[in-house]
């Protein structure tokens, strides 16, 4: 479950460093921030972020108990992780920026389960006296991504990529495919592995 939110919150903290500078380089052709082309690219960028963040809120209330009843949590995880890795991998076969909706739509499933669905999985396999000592725990996985991200992953642009960030997208889209291999890995309510 470690590995789930490690490479879950990679994916996540690229999309928020990259995403913006992405939508106004490649769908509004400017990579340059004092243009009217760039800003209306970060505009459109905010709008379709927000769309993300409701499909988010709707499929926590809605889609998420449901499926989870249906087929459990970590295969609900695995399903939403692929929907998010396919919202990053749109980025790469779309051209127009109205259908980038469509990503931030299936990016918004797979944001909503991964706030929820890794602490459901652990506090269902957790004594209750010690809940509280391993979400915390717990949470460094979520911290220590984003610091590795924000330190090494500039540097790896530039070396491999320099100019064209649109990479990180693939390098989103893999880290949550390795988190959806790796729900299937966790064992079912009660009797997971404990980091």
């Known amino acids: 479950l470690a590995l789930v939110q490690f490479f879950s919150w990679s994916a996540l903290f690229v999309m928020w460093i990259y995403s913006g500078p992405i939508v106004s380089q490649y769908f509004y052709g400017s990579a340059d921030p ?47 992780l692929l929907a998010g890795a396919l919202g990053f991998l749109g980025y790469f076969v779309l051209r127009d920026p109205n259908l980038l909706i469509v990503c931030e739509i299936l990016k918004g499933i797979a ?6 669905m890794p602490y459901a999985m652990l506090a269902s396999s957790l004594p209750p006296s010690k809940i509280g000592i391993y979400m915390g725990l717990f949470n460094i996985f979520v911290v220590l991504p984003q610091l590795l991200v924000a330190t090494v992953m500039g ?12 990479w990180t ?26 980091i």
């Not at 944001?111 to 929820?116: N, P, V």
């Not at 540097?155 to 649109?166: D, E, L, R, V, Y």
């Not at 893999?174 to 988190?179: C, E, G, M, R, Y």
């Open 155 to 166: 540097s790896i642009m530039k070396a491999f990529f320099p100019g064209a960030p649109i």
């Open 111 to 116: 944001w909503a389960s991964i706030l929820a």
């Open 34 to 80: 004092t243009t009217a082309a760039y800003n209306e690219g970060a505009n459109w960028w905010n709008l379709i972020y927000t769309v993300q963040n409701g499909v988010a809120a709707v499929a926590a209330l809605v889609l998420l108990p449901r499926l989870s009843k249906r087929i459990g949590k970590a295969k609900t995880h695995m399903v939403c």
């Open 169 to 194: 997208m693939a390098f989103a889209a893999l880290t949550l495919l390795i988190a959806a291999g790796a729900s299937l890995r966790v064992a079912p309510m009660g009797k997971a592995r404990i």
